[in-house]
């Protein structure tokens, strides 16, 4: 007599899969994430073991922390996972221009000037705010005024930059003499007291407004001229 006997060896042996550990990184220059390389190993004691990644390594990772799921399946079916994490932090400043030193003279009529200026801001991931601590527009006082500029992009980094602004007072002050004054000699003397007024006024302020003669002087008989002079309390006369 005789028998035939079928042997079925199965392949109930998973996979071995290795992933990498959490990865960090800061983000790559002017982009917002990062390329990340890695490496996933998968064995088996049977070949051929296929090995696939949710997110492929030398992939653009976004900023924040993404979860990449690995898994491996061998010739028979039998399947092993693992997951790591790729974490990509935004570590880079935001690019902030200020202008130059800004120098202007004073409005009319006024003790300052309104300076109008441009400061401009980017990031690779975004700007949330760009404050200046005078704002464009803003009437700047007669001397000089130093503006500090701040940009801070959507994941908190943060770049300053300052310039300054100066405004010079060129306005002279206005100064008004009284028509000439034509009198006669005062009893008793050679010449005349003379009293007379002269007004003097500035967009920022007046500093002295002096006569050759002073009213009340006595003025000998003849012609006299008086000279006035105003300055201002920034030197212009």
């Given at each position: ?30 982009i917002c994430g ?136 060129t306005t002279k ?65």
């Amino acid at each position: 007599d005789s028998c035939v006997a079928t042997i079925t060896v199965l392949d109930t042996i998973f996979p071995s899969l290795t992933c990498p550990s959490n990865i960090t990184v800061s983000n790559d220059f002017g982009i917002c994430g990062a390329v990340v390389n890695f490496s996933v190993s998968g064995t088996d004691n049977c070949s051929g073991v296929i090995v696939v990644s949710s997110v492929a390594s030398g992939s653009t990772f976004p900023i924040g922390t993404t979860t990449v799921n690995d898994t491996a399946t061998d010739a028979s079916g039998n399947v092993s996972v693992c997951s790591f994490t790729v974490t990509v932090n935004d570590t880079t400043k935001p690019t902030l221009v200020c202008p130059a030193n800004i120098t202007v003279s004073n409005d009319l009529d006024s003790c300052g000037a309104i300076v109008n200026f441009s400061v401009t801001a980017s990031d690779s991931c975004g700007i949330a705010s760009v404050v200046s601590s005078y704002p464009s527009g803003f009437k700047f006082p007669v001397g000089t005024t130093t503006v500090y500029d701040t940009a801070i992009d959507i994941h908190g980094n943060t770049s300053t930059c300052s310039f300054t602004v100066t405004v010079n007072d060129t306005t002279k002050p206005t100064l008004v003499c009284p028509a000439n004054i034509t009198v006669s000699n005062d009893s008793g003397i050679c010449g005349a007291v003379i009293n007379f007024s002269i007004t003097a006024s500035d967009n920022c302020g007046i500093a002295s407004a002096v006569s050759s003669y002073p009213s009340g002087f006595t003025f000998p008989v003849g012609t006299t001229t008086v000279y006035d002079t105003a300055i201002d309390i920034h030197g212009n006369t």
